[in-house]
Nanobody, 118 residues
Framework: QVQVVESGGGLVQPGGSLRLSCAAS????????MGWYRQAPGKEREFVAVTITDGTPSYADSVKGRFTISRDNAKNTVYLQMNSLKPEDTAVYYCNVKNIYRPNFEVWGQGTLVTVSS
């Protein structure tokens, strides 16, 4: 069984930065993809970024050039560095871990709230 815990959310002004962390524990051998999704008030959950073993990171167009995803394999932790934040980035951010070849294996974190406002 895999568990993931996010941290790092908070309140930041437009143009500011935040760094989110997500640590996975348990049966982590099944994981080959770690990423982030977000859900803004009144909107559906959307893809933000993902990093896959032996692959290059992928980003949603809305965050490309501003957000950077990285992973520390030794710590089973994925990070999301968010720069040049905009009010429309306000959302609950969820960590997602999965195996892209095993559709039934997917674990979500509890979410961490990011609020971008002046």
């Amino acid at each position: 069984q895999v568990q993931v815990v996010e941290s790092g959310g908070g309140l930041v002004q437009p143009g500011g930065s935040l760094r989110l962390s997500c640590a996975a524990s348990g049966s982590i051998f099944s994981i080959n993809a770690m990423g982030w999704y977000r859900q803004a008030p009144g909107k559906e959950r959307e893809f933000v970024a993902v990093t896959i073993t032996d692959g290059t990171p992928s980003y949603a167009d809305s965050v490309k050039g501003r957000f950077t995803i990285s992973r520390d394999n030794a710590k089973n932790t994925v990070y999301l560095q968010m720069n040049s934040l905009k009010p429309e980035d306000t959302a609950v951010y969820y960590c997602n871990v999965k195996n892209i070849y095993r559709p039934n294996f997917e674990v979500w974190g509890q979410g961490t709230l990011v609020t971008v406002s002046s």
